[in-house]
């Protein structure tokens, strides 16, 4: 399992560094290819319901060793297969017996986002679908503010968190977590015309650039890790960086665009939805 993991991963950090070559005269923004911090995804459930962590880890070992989870990623990072959609749900729905209840953040592409359909899609929708298909349930999906799905979660009103969530010892303590499904880490987006990370080859030569930074902005969806990593937190390890001017945002997409629009310097995201991000504002 472990050996199916790594070299799966291997496979997805090469498809993702070749989708960040942007070459195109007309790109407006860009991802400084360096990675800021080694992390890893999983699915959040209620503290205590280890019946539904060791369920789903068991499902999660099958679909790795079956090829599913391969093909479901596949459909995402190398636009292979025929993605499939989920109805997002508008009404409180009830969590029973007969439905899987799935808490998520839209949008976070490659993981979840909305479709032109109005249909939620993404792999770890694909995930939800699949493991509820396998247990004779129906699929309930919603899309909630991100720094509110673990308490959602926890309070019984769905039964897992999934949105590309990072697990680290602070959500640890409120929350129980699957195994890893998915190894990510923040990457910077500027704009593309900007040359101050030219030379930087390591994560400590990009932090050092943002430390000599004055009177700038930098941008990140609330409640992520890019939220830690530019403001600061002592749970997370991250110093922070006091020169700078942390702002939020409730979707990493309205970042992009601040900077974009000149409001903001950069933004600090997770690597493959910020790749995703940049692809769709190069266009």
Known sequence: MKKLFVC??????????????????????????????????????KKGNTELVED?????????????????VAKYFENKGTKVGAEISIDSVANTDENFVVATNCPFEPFEYIGDDGKAYGIDLEIAALYAEAKGLELVVKNIAFDAILND?????????????????????????????????????VAADNTDFDECKTAEDV??????????????????????????????????????????????????????NGQIYAVVVDEAPGAAMVEAFNK
């Open 56 to 72: 789903f880890n068991a499902f999660l070992t099958e679909i790795t060793e079956n090829g599913k989870f391969a093909e479901i």
């Open 153 to 189: 979660v926890n309070a019984g009103y769905s039964d897992m968190g999934m949105a590309g969530m990072t697990v680290n010892e602070d959500r640890l303590v409120s929350n129980d977590f699957t195994t890893a499904y998915y190894q990510a880490s923040q990457k910077i987006i």
């Open 8 to 45: 799966f991963v291997c496979v997805l950090a090469a498809v993702c560094i070749a989708s960040c070559d942007n070459t195109e005269t007309k790109d407006v923004v860009k991802v400084i290819d360096i990675k800021l911090t080694e992390e890893e995804y999983a699915f959040a459930v």
């Open 207 to 260: 932090e050092n650039v943002l430390k000599a930074l004055t009177g700038k902005k930098i941008g990140y969806q609330t409640g992520t890790t890019g939220n830690w990593y530019v403001a600061g937190d002592a749970d997370w390890g991250f110093d922070g960086f006091a020169n700078i001017e942390a702002k939020g945002y409730s979707t990493a997409q309205l970042a992009i665009q601040d900077l974009v």
